[in-house]
């Protein structure tokens, strides 16, 4: 038992940190996806299919179908479940950060258990060393990645939410009046 408490007293400061910068920059390039899956679904939804040409004969402004550059509800569809697996993976970035609490607590609890068996004023005082930094180092990740978390990527996929319900609710209206005319 005491080899096991060792490793863990030894090694729990860099496995928090470690995995502290590697769920951040994981947060931080879901987050850049997500927000480019939000542009293109904006712009998709917003868009108009039409294309603008000036009259040569009066000089007025024209607007004709653009059939290249349509958008219909499939193309809005596949970009909804492309930025929905990415809102999955966001999801579990999200659910990985009540971790670094818990390796806090692993390494308090590890340091105390060798501070008790600790013979000698060093070794008792490198146990307390471990036991406080490994729960500030917890809790400061913890803190840091769930503050980021709820400003960044979770804003855009309420917004992109937000942005798919009401285009659903258009195309609804429009399909209702659609029928209501044959």
């Known amino acids: 038992m005491a080899g096991v408490l060792q490793v863990v007293k030894d090694s729990i400061n860099l496995v928090i940190l470690l995995f502290g910068i590697v769920l951040t920059a994981l947060l931080f390039y879901n987050g850049s996806k997500l927000s ?8 998709a939804v917003s868009r108009k299919n039409k294309k603008w040409a000036v009259n040569p004969v009066d000089g007025t402004v024209m607007d004709e179908d653009d059939v290249d550059a ?11 479940r492309d930025f929905n697996k990415d809102c999955a993976l966001h999801n579990v970035f999200s659910q990985l950060i009540p971790i670094f609490p818990l390796m806090g607590i692993l390494g308090t609890v590890a340091g105390l258990m060798l501070e008790v068996n600790s013979q000698d004023i060093n070794g008792m005082m490198a146990s307390m060393d471990t036991a406080l930094s490994s729960t500030f180092f917890g809790l400061i990740f913890a803190i840091l990645l769930k503050f980021v978390d709820a400003i960044f990527p979770s804003r855009i996929i309420e917004d992109v939410d ?3 319900e009401d285009y659903s609710k258009k195309l609804d209206l429009a ?4 029928k209501l005319r044959a």
Do not use: F, W
């Not at 480019?36 to 712009?43: F, L, T, V």
């Open 36 to 43: 480019s899956h939000k542009s293109r679904i904006d712009e």
């Open 70 to 80: 349509a958008i219909t509800p499939d193309t809005i569809r596949k970009y909804e």
């Open 162 to 164: 937000v942005m798919l």
């Open 175 to 178: 399909e209702m009046i659609q």
